[in-house]
């Protein structure tokens, strides 16, 4: 069972437009999402995060949005560059039993063209 | 800012052999390191949380006995793949929470993973 889901696999965007990258989760338990980068050969490096309590978190070129009623979340990335092009994994935390989990998504391949 | 070495990045191994994997935080010290497995076009998968001191706690569906983690100090821990087979081949990595420790909700810093191909 996929509890979070990215379901467009990838995003072609020009350079200076928008990207906005989408992200479903099923377990409402989940209290905090994140959104990793990931670039080919390398690991994953934390990009920007938001706490259930929160709808809006904005960092610079990139902001998230969580809609919670939705179990949605979104990374808006504003103007858009050709080094932003690489797989953005979509994560989601809970605490369960005093540990955590941290469940992923599949990642989006995004491709911003010069 | 908070660095994590894996190593080694690629491997390729006879299938029977064992294979272990190195994951270091450089700058900080680590009582938790956590080790996930991505294959291709998936989500990276928690395999087990390695814990300094103490048994890693495993994830349903891994077997404990066929990936033997070890965290003998604050800044390492060991994956090894025991006895090999070709569906182990697979993309490995290794990650740490970083600074504050004390939230949860650190993000996590990653190793730049190992390819494990077994042929």
């Known amino acids: 069972d996929q509890q979070v889901k990215q379901n467009s696999p990838s995003l072609s965007v020009q350079e200076g437009r928008i990207s906005i990258l989408n992200c479903d989760y099923t377990?409402?338990?989940?209290?905090?999402f994140l959104w990793y980068k990931k670039y080919p050969a390398e690991g994953p490096t934390f990009l920007i995060s938001?706490?259930?309590?929160?709808d809006k978190n904005e960092d610079g070129r990139f902001t998230v949005f969580l809609n919670k009623s939705a179990k949605h979340l979104s990374l808006h990335i504003v103007p858009s560059q050709p080094g932003d092009s690489a797989v953005y994994f979509c994560?989601?935390?809970?605490?369960?039993?005093?540990?955590?989990?941290?469940?992923f998504g599949k990642g989006m391949k995004l491709t911003v063209n010069p | 800012g908070a660095v994590v070495s894996q190593h080694p990045s690629w491997v390729i191994c006879k299938s029977g052999t064992s294979v272990k994997i190195e994951c270091r935080s450089l700058?900080?010290?680590?009582?938790?390191m956590f080790w996930y497995r991505q294959f291709p076009k998936q989500s990276l998968m928690l395999m087990a949380t390695?814990?300094?001191?103490?048994?890693?706690?495993?994830e349903q569906g891994v077997e404990k006995d066929k990936f033997l983690i070890n965290h003998a100090s604050l800044t390492l821990s060991t994956l090894t793949v025991t006895s090999a087979h070709p569906e182990d081949s697979s993309f490995y990595i290794c990650?740490?929470?970083?600074?504050?420790?004390?939230?949860?909700?650190?993000?996590?810093?990653f190793g730049n993973g190992t390819r494990l191909t077994v042929t």
């Open positions: 377990n409402s338990m989940f209290d905090y």
């Open positions: 994560a989601a935390s809970a605490r369960q039993g005093g540990s955590e989990k941290l469940v």
């Open positions: 700058d900080f010290q680590a009582t938790t």
């Open positions: 938001i706490s259930s309590i929160k």
């Open positions: 990650s740490a929470r970083g600074p504050p420790f004390s939230s949860y909700n650190s993000p996590l810093h």
């Open positions: 390695s814990n300094e001191g103490s048994k890693a706690t495993y």
